[in-house]
């Protein structure tokens, strides 16, 4: 049985006295309960300390946005597994298109960081989704399998999640049709050992798009950017009908 998960990523948005400010208008519009549907908010590290115990008990799960490979060592800059184990994190993102593309993020690293992250318990969103060149180019499968066949060496697949983000659609406004999304996320499962694995949807998910693209069979729930810093609407999105 697939699992819905349905993730706000902050990025770099938010000090510690907004994302209080912030939690205090979400969870009251919560509707939906863990056992129907995953709700995780991927924040800041600043703001994972102090989100902890506000999140704690009320069902939405806790999530970073990155983790190291090394337990512990010479890297700056980095935070460990246990570092994020320590204050109740469960989710982390990694291999977001941003960090590949701005900070050198490779699918070896990756890879590291994705069984570094399952070997402290942590459950991994992976990232993984092409350019508009790349689309334009019928690149999309070919460049999507080849990541998810060096993303996933050693991986765990039942403790997973996978998100498909077109790049081209990730803060542009531009969404991928619903249909198209569904396509390639099956395409993506069947690629996949475990078919229970959940996978998302990424890129420019909004509230007023949110029913078509949960409408799809395939969609197994949503890594919203920009419109996961709102409250009221990050609440309709997780809502959704």
């Known amino acids: ?38 709700v995780v ?20 799960s806790l999530g970073a946005q990155n983790v190291h490979w090394e337990d512990q060592g010479a890297y700056t800059g980095e935070i460990s597994g246990a570092m994020l184990n320590e204050i109740g994190v469960e989710y982390v993102v990694i291999g977001h298109s941003e960090r590949r593309e701005y900070f050198g993020e490779t699918d070896e690293t990756v890879n590291f960081r994705l069984r570094a992250a399952q070997k402290h318990g942590l459950i991994p969103i992976l990232c993984v989704g092409e350019t508009k060149q790349q689309r334009q180019s019928g690149e999309t499968e070919s460049h999507i399998f080849s990541q998810l066949e060096k993303d996933l060496v050693g991986v765990d697949q039942s403790q997973l999640v996978i998100a498909y983000e077109p790049i081209w659609a990730i803060g542009t406004g531009e969404t991928c049709d619903s249909v198209e999304a569904n396509r390639v996320i099956g395409l993506i499962r069947s690629k996949l050992s475990n078919q229970d694995v959940p996978i998302q949807y990424g890129g420019s998910v909004k509230p007023g798009n949110i029913d078509e693209i949960m409408a799809q069979p395939e969609i197994d729930g949503v890594l919203v950017g920009g419109a996961s810093l709102d409250a009221e609407g990050f609440a309709r999105i997780v809502n959704y009908q």
């Open 41 to 60: 908010l991927c924040v800041p590290f600043t703001d994972l300390g102090v989100l902890a115990g506000k999140l704690d008990g009320k069902g939405v």
């Open 1 to 38: 049985m697939r699992k819905i998960v349905l993730a706000g990523n902050w990025k770099m948005h938010k000090t510690q006295a907004e994302s209080l400010s912030f939690v205090q208008g979400f969870l009251p519009e919560l509707k939906t309960t863990p056992a129907e549907r995953t």
